[in-house]
């Protein structure tokens, strides 16, 4: 019911429209609201403000460092690690613009940047989280390969080869975000504060987004982590005796640090995606009925993944910690920046590298 202004003695005039319906059509339209009536708690306000400039500070400091100590580490530095630089990258993205114009806006409580903000921030968002899904896709199938295939492991990931998949990557990343310029579904969203996509502007959109983009590289990297996994069991139980993989101990914690990097993405990203699958299927019995605060939790918890791989790697890869270590280091004292802190690199180009962080010392002929 809404009051009508030329009505005499204040009468209420009632609108033809129910009310779910008028509220469901005009966020199809005009993108979702925030619930009307009271403002939104000031501690829900500062709670939002804090996840998001804890995330961001993180973010910008852990994902340098891990770019930082790939270049400077040669132990870090080859082919497989260009992976896990790209990657770092990805999150980077979202730090540097996207974050601070939403601080901006929880700040303001609204958007007063204009549609060119929005539109830039909601590309580069984009950007980031599939930047994000196809590296990790990336890194899933260079483990299996130098895992299960290491054989040919050294011709499929030449230094070359490999910088060529990772442009392969960022080309499909930006096709895969254009589309959206043309469906229109970068919007502003008051709930999240954020210019971001737009579940209910197109249903087959939607699915075919969470589908190409969360769904098939998700079950790619699943397939790649299960080889690789039974691959392990097989080499622990000895099923292979006579021609047993030998697999170094360095080689499996690499390996278990780029799997904890997955699942953690997965678990942060999942709840959006499955909330989006489920408005785009059937928007008028799915969108009205999920509550504020469980989109507005599924959205952060997605922003706050751009933060954690620096901390998996400094948690699981010793290298990592120890260049963490050096980098900080050098801060207080300048001209160790410069000097090289790596040693062993060319005696450990004799054999062949680990794909990616090569966790810890490896002793030679050590296998599982």
Known sequence: LTPTAGCEGGEIEAMDMPEDESLLKNRTEHGPERSQGAAR????????????????????????????????????????????????????????YPYPL??????????????????????????????????????????????????S??????YRNTLLL?????????????????????QYDPRIYSCTFAQTVSTSYTIT????????????????????????????????????PRIKPSDLRN????????????????????????????????????????FVVSYFMAYFNSCLNAIIYGLLNQNFRREYKR???SVWMPHLFFQETSRGGTEGMKSKPSPGLNNNEQVQGETL
Not at 166 to 186: C, D, H
């Open 327 to 329: 980098i900080i280091m």
């Open 255 to 294: 390996f278990i640090t780029m799997f904890v990097v997955f699942v953690l993405f997965a678990i942060c990203w999942a709840p959006l995606n499955f909330i989006g699958l489920a408005v785009a299927i059937n928007p008028e019995a799915v969108a009205l009925r999920i509550p504020e605060w469980l």
């Open 41 to 96: 708690p000031a501690w829900a306000i500062t709670a939002l403000a804090s996840v998001l400039i804890f995330t961001t500070v993180v973010d910008v400091l852990g994902n340098l460092l891990v770019i930082v100590s790939v270049l400077r580490n040669r132990k870090l530095r080859n082919a497989g690690n260009v992976f896990v630089v790209s990657l770092a990258f990805a999150d980077l993205v979202v730090a540097f």
């Open 166 to 186: 990772v442009a392969l990557i960022w080309m499909l990343t930006v096709i895969a975000i254009v589309p959206n310029f043309f469906v229109g579904s970068l």
């Open 209 to 244: 987004v969470v589908v190409i983009h969360f769904f098939v590289p998700i079950a790619v990297v699943t397939f790649c982590y299960l080889r690789i996994w039974i691959l392990v069991i097989q080499v622990r139980r000895k099923v292979k005796s006579e021609i047993r």
């Open 153 to 158: 492991y050294d011709k499929l990931y030449s």
């Open 102 to 151: 939403v601080l901006y806006a929880i700040f303001h409580d609204g958007w007063s940047l204009g549609d060119t903000h929005c539109k830039v921030s909601g590309f580069l968002m984009g950007l980031s989280v599939i930047g994000s899904i196809f590296n990790i896709t990336g890194i899933a199938i260079n483990r299996y390969c130098y895992i299960c295939h290491s054989f």
